[in-house]
């Protein structure tokens, strides 16, 4: 047994009969085709890149899916919402069409172990916790690929794809009935996402030819489901679905390829390997997307359900919504790792509640609810048309979401600096058009970020219509009482109503005791999570998180 550190510095100097790629080939290549105009981080160069596509307007794309054997989880959620947001911008924003393919591996030692220990067939359960993860991407609004493929129903074209990598000289078998990739067949064109130079020693197995050396093809054990093969029973490794599958679909070349941090090596690396050792060229996959990994505050570990540290999407769900846990992600770079946190949720929250609390003050405005100092119209039009290229420079440059989102927000500061209200009008002109414009981009733009303001469910909790209905004549009542109750002495509750100016004279005495009621409906009605606000002589209302924040402190 040879130590593996010694035989990766070694690599460049062995010399075989064997077929050996070009080392040309270790060097990313640019490459030819549609300059998107955006630029990206690539794994392979370690840095940003110009997007080039093979094809202009669409960009082939293939994504690591889940290995079902259990539910999915909050760092699942993380990798699989911030892809989701990457592709609405390319989509939405840049015009390109993203053909996206997803694997689901339904068959793994994992899987197999589950169903030994659950007495049920690895075959259902995978179906079971595939079925769960797509409905937890759907409740998400995670956007589902062209196409989801499953390993099991693609071993034929897994068992011809392992026997071409074979036949060009790349793979060898043994008389187990395994079948592995040779990794010095291919010198130092192995290791393009990682420096091996720092890798550790590790012990090899009898039957590799190198340490290196990684499975394409494992005979089948005792109680194991398997396929019949040249070499045997069996069933295919773990790396060579992903390389089989994408090249089924996309063929000899790639435009992006996305992950977890965690699977660069041994994955993907192991992935490029196979496809290029099949396509006999050298380069398969031209920009290698990878997202941070998701961690509980305090811990240093990612959250894995390996590791037993997890919060399932469903549980995550029960108390927070969807569009909090998507502006949990754009507040972050997507190859950045991420905590998870009362703090970090607090944060997304409270951004998510002061986009909502301009739109309803802006519709306040608009809708004559509102009454304001002089607006300065001319700025807070030259304010979104900085913002809007402000983001659309933020995410041309890596997709930066947390920039992007920082330039919103500003939008948002300014056209709160606008609103401030006023107790009676000085018959100024109102500017209600730059605010309708701006609440029309604000909408828009995280629509395109997959945030969707307009979702009743989402900015009023579990409130259905019926229930909005009932708020709003609750509202509309009180409001009548009200100003019955701020009536004076010698003026009809009509005259009142229609005027615009305060009283000017304290309330009926009798009547203190209704005004009084009203305000204590409104402070009641708080911690139900119905916020009221008085605007002289009517009265609006939304709906805000202080429910949930309460049950939460409660819990």
């Known amino acids: 047994m040879r130590p593996f550190l010694t035989l990766v510095r070694n690599t460049a100097s062995v010399v075989?009969?064997?077929?050996?790629?070009?080392?040309?080939?270790?060097?990313?290549?640019?490459?030819?085709?549609?300059?998107?105009?955006?630029?990206?981080?690539?794994?392979?160069?370690?840095?940003?890149?110009?997007?080039?596509?093979?094809?202009?307007?669409?960009?082939?794309?293939?994504?690591?899916?889940?290995?079902?054997?259990?539910?999915?989880h909050l760092g699942h959620a993380c990798s699989y919402v911030r892809f989701d947001i990457l592709q609405r911008i390319l989509t939405r924003l840049f015009g390109i069409n993203v053909t996206h393919v997803m694997v689901i591996t339904d068959i793994d030692d994992k899987i197999i172990q589950r169903g030994l220990e659950e007495n049920i067939s690895p075959f259902v359960l995978a179906r079971m916790y595939e079925e769960e993860f797509k409905r937890d991407m759907m409740a998400l609004k995670v956007l589902p690929p062209a196409v989801y493929m499953r390993v099991t129903e693609n071993i034929p074209q897994i068992v011809a794809f392992i026997e071409r990598i074979i036949s060009n000289g790349h793979a060898y078998a043994t008389g187990q009935g395994d079948v592995y990739f040779d990794t010095r067949s291919i010198g130092s064109r192995y290791g393009k996402l990682v420096n091996f130079g720092d890798a550790a020693e590790a012990p090899g197995v009898k039957e590799k030819k190198d340490p290196r050396d990684f499975a394409l093809w494992k005979a089948s054990k005792p109680q194991e489901p398997y396929w019949m093969s040249p070499w045997g029973r069996g069933r295919p490794g773990w790396h060579i679905e992903c390389s089989t599958i994408a090249s089924s679909v996309f063929g000899s070349q790639l435009d992006i390829h996305s992950g977890g941090i965690d699977l660069a090596f041994p994955h993907h690396e192991n992935e490029i390997a196979q496809c290029e050792a099949y396509h006999k060229c050298d380069q398969w996959g031209?920009?290698?997307?990878?997202?941070?990994?998701?961690?509980?505050?305090?811990?240093?570990?990612?959250?894995?359900?390996?590791?037993?540290?997890?919060?399932t999407i469903k549980d995550y769900l029960q108390s927070h919504s969807v569009n909090e846990f998507r502006l949990f992600c754009l507040l972050t770079k997507y190859r950045s790792a991420i905590d998870?946190?009362?703090?970090?949720?607090?944060?997304?929250?409270?951004?998510?509640?002061?986009?909502?609390?301009?739109?309803?003050?802006?519709?306040?405005?608009?809708?004559?609810?509102?009454?304001?100092?002089?607006?300065?119209?001319?700025?807070?039009w030259e304010r979104l048309s900085a913002a809007q290229a402000s983001v659309q420079s933020a995410l041309a440059d890596d997709f930066d979401t947390p920039k992007a989102m920082d330039a919103i927000m500003s939008l948002i500061y300014h056209g709160n600096c606008q609103l401030q209200p006023v107790t009676k009008s000085n018959g100024t002109s109102r500017s209600p058009a730059v605010f309708g414009a701006m609440l029309t981009y604000i909408r828009d733009?995280?629509?395109?970020?997959?945030?969707?303001?307009?979702?009743?469910?989402?900015?009023?909790?579990?409130?259905?219509?019926?229930?909005?209905?009932?708020?709003?004549?609750?509202?509309?009542?009180?409001?009548?009482?009200r100003n019955f109750a701020l009536s004076v002495e010698g003026q009809a509750t009509q005259d009142l109503q229609n005027s615009i100016q305060p009283p000017r004279k304290k309330p009926h005495p009798d009547r203190v005791p209704l005004l009084k009621a009203c305000d204590a409906l409104r402070k009641d009605l708080v911690p139900l999570g119905v916020q009221i606000k008085d605007r002289g002589t009517t009265s609006t209302w939304e709906i805000t998180q202080q429910q949930k924040e309460i049950k939460e402190k409660e819990s």
Not at 32 to 45: F, P
Not at 362 to 377: R, S
Not at 446 to 451: A, F, N, P, R, S
């Open 340 to 380: 998870y946190s009362n703090a970090s949720m607090n944060e997304a929250r409270s951004t998510l509640s002061a986009i909502s609390a301009f739109t309803h003050n802006a519709q306040a405005y608009m809708q004559g609810q509102l009454l304001c100092q002089t607006i300065q119209e001319s700025f807070l």
């Open 16 to 72: 075989s009969t064997r077929a050996v790629c070009s080392e040309s080939g270790s060097k990313w290549i640019k490459p030819a085709g549609y300059d998107t105009g955006l630029k990206t981080y690539n794994s392979l160069t370690k840095q940003k890149e110009p997007l080039v596509l093979a094809k202009e307007g669409v960009a082939t794309w293939y994504s690591c899916g889940p290995t079902v054997y259990d539910h999915a």
């Open 286 to 311: 031209n920009y290698f997307l990878h997202s941070g990994h998701l961690h509980l505050k305090g811990s240093s570990e990612k959250m894995s359900k390996s590791l037993k540290n997890y919060i």
């Open 445 to 481: 733009i995280m629509d395109v970020l997959g945030v969707d303001l307009l979702d009743r469910k989402e900015s009023h909790g579990d409130l259905s219509g019926v229930l909005h209905n009932v708020v709003e004549q609750l509202v509309r009542f009180r409001s009548e009482v």
